[in-house]
């Protein structure tokens, strides 16, 4: 079966949920404070999104599925920052079905969509420092690490951080060059 690329809407809430709390426990812990991974992370996450995909406005999210099934989603904010352009504020692939391309593809639906909608072509993201795969990929995908920072503590609390974590911003000038690019998928 083809993989299929589309806008998600509500009703996808709920699998997005289960996918980036998946993809959270995975690759944020140690960041991440345990209990918060540990517990009860699919609630928090299904309220995130169902009120991202309720109210949509400035943003578009994009689901890769095969018979049904979530593969992956991107996130972008348009014109996010001033500076930096519209911010994809997530990327998460299923486990299973890492370096299969469907990041690589999600990266260019971002850039397609930033290109129709958003005032200016450039595109950043956040990725932590510890999740070196994930940064492998950006800068496959062109991407330039110009930033650091602190990551932000879920909800703005941050007793559900370990610390002190830090984060790079991750930079693409012109969205049109993840349209031109072969990277490889994280």
Known sequence: MPIVFSPAGLGDADRIAALHADSWRRHYRGAYAD?????????????????????PAGTRTIVAERDGDLLGFVHVV??????????????????PDHRAGIGTELMRHAARAVLAEAGTPA???????QNTRAQAFYRAAGGSQVETGVA????????????????????????TRL???????G
């Open 35 to 55: 209990a918060y991974l540990d517990g009860d992370l699919l609630t928090d996450r299904l309220a995130a999104w169902s009120s991202r995909l309720a109210d």
């Open 78 to 95: 348009f014109d996010a920052d001033p500076r930096w352009g519209s911010l994809v504020d997530n990327l998460h692939v299923a486990h």
């Open 123 to 129: 595109l950043y993201l956040w990725v932590l420092q």
């Open 152 to 175: 932000a503590a879920p909800g703005g609390d941050p007793a559900l951080l370990n610390g002190t974590p830090a984060k790079f911003r991750m930079s693409w000038p012109d969205a």
């Open 179 to 185: 349209l031109e690019r072969d990277g490889q998928d």
